[in-house]
């Protein structure tokens, strides 16, 4: 166990829609990332947040955002959903800000039909 | 790991043995290499990482060697176990994130 929760674990929901996630870092951590896994791209990096301000921005899709919170949960909002969206999304957590291991959440399965 | 789409290459050993996984990276400006396992079902986790001012670091296991010259990471398991069976990822620390590669099967026979 990681330290780093995800709800929910599964999510179905249909095209056009619009999810939520949310994680919680470790206790004490204050950098929080999220990454896409998909079938056909790898694992890939979405966007970071640092004590509630994004530090640094990866491969992610207009129709997503995300933010983190004064007590450091985050939320990835994913909205107009596609089917392509369909993915495992991790979140991870990390001490600071430099080189520092990211711990990884257990993942959300969403499913978009 | 999550059975996925790419075409991962696969290496398979035999429980004891010395397993070998490589990794290629793309920005010669990277300065910081992690190395992950993941577990089918679960997250990636974190298993030994090194700075570019080394050339090689050793945890409980597991050997990292980084050849900046050519690009090249290695990730060394001593005494392969079942339980290292998982997929492995390599990661380049590029700016505030982590660029992955795209994975390496281990399969331990026993």
């Known amino acids: 166990d990681s330290g780093v929760t995800q709800t929910p674990k599964h999510l179905i929901t249909a095209t056009g829609q619009r999810v939520t996630l949310r994680c919680s870092p470790r206790?004490?951590?204050?950098?929080v990332y999220w990454y896409q896994q998909s079938l056909d791209q790898g694992l890939q990096f979405l966007i970071q947040?640092?004590?509630?301000?994004?530090?640094a921005k990866g491969n992610i899709l207009e129709r997503f955002s995300a933010q983190q919170f004064p007590d450091l949960h985050s939320e990835l909002n994913l909205s107009s959903l596609e089917l392509g969206d369909s993915a495992l999304y991790f979140c991870?957590?990390?001490?600071?800000?430099?080189?520092?291991?990211?711990?990884f959440g257990p993942g959300t399965r969403l499913t978009v039909l | 790991g999550e059975s996925v789409g790419l075409h991962l290459p696969t290496l398979s050993v035999q429980e004891g043995d010395n397993s070998i996984i490589n990794c290629a990276y793309s920005?010669?400006?990277?300065?910081?290499f992690i190395w992950y396992k993941q577990e089918s079902g679960k997250g990636p986790q974190f298993i030994i990482d090194?700075?570019?001012?080394?050339d090689k670091r050793q945890g409980q296991r597991v050997t990292v060697l980084l050849n900046k010259t050519v690009k090249h990471l290695s990730l060394q398991i001593a005494a392969t176990q079942p339980g290292d069976s998982a997929v492995y990822f390599c990661?380049?620390?590029?700016?505030?994130?982590?660029?992955f590669g795209q994975g390496t099967e281990l399969s331990v026979k026993p």
């Open positions: 991870a957590s990390s001490g600071a800000d430099g080189y520092n291991e990211q711990f």
């Open positions: 206790s004490g951590d204050l950098s």
């Open positions: 947040y640092y004590n509630g301000e994004e530090r």
């Open positions: 920005n010669s400006a990277s300065d910081y």
């Open positions: 090194i700075r570019s001012n080394m």
């Open positions: 990661a380049e620390k590029e700016g505030g994130k982590l660029i």
